[in-house]
């Protein structure tokens, strides 16, 4: 499915902000309601591992999408699917009660727009 396509490029966005504030860019505002301009150190450890999930939610979307060969059985990455569909849905109304405007105005309907190619991959894999 396409909407697999969009919803990995989309995740994919998300990976490459998230090594450009590993690496110090102030993009902060964009993320964790903007308290950062700049993450401290202690931080960007923490945006490695959110960076691996987002890895890890592009490539489950591309097997739900028929792009890739499942790593689980069937019915283990349809529950998957649904668990990160439902998840990207919460993300969803956390960005949205953001009170930073970049991250309420352009990662709320990034992750919107994910969390629908998810519901829509999951439910018809």
């Not at 998230?18 to 903007?34: D, M």
């Not at 028929?66 to 569909?85: C, D, R």
Request: charged share 5%; glycine share 6%.
């Amino acid at each position: 499915m396409m909407t697999a396509i969009i919803g990995a490029v989309l995740l994919m966005v998300v990976v490459v902000m998230s090594i450009a504030l590993i690496l110090g860019a102030p993009l902060g505002a964009f993320t964790l309601g903007g308290r950062f301009k700049v993450f401290p150190p202690k931080l960007r450890l923490v945006l490695a591992t959110q960076m691996l999930m987002q890895l890890f939610f592009a490539t489950i979307l591309l097997q739900l999408g028929g792009h890739m060969a499942p790593w689980f059985s069937h019915q283990v990455t349809k529950v998957i699917g649904i668990v990160l569909a439902a998840y990207l849905t919460l993300n969803s109304f956390a960005n949205l009660a953001s009170k930073s405007k970049q991250e309420k105005y352009v990662m709320t309907p990034l992750s919107v727009v994910t969390a629908i190619c998810y519901w829509i991959n999951a439910l018809a894999f």
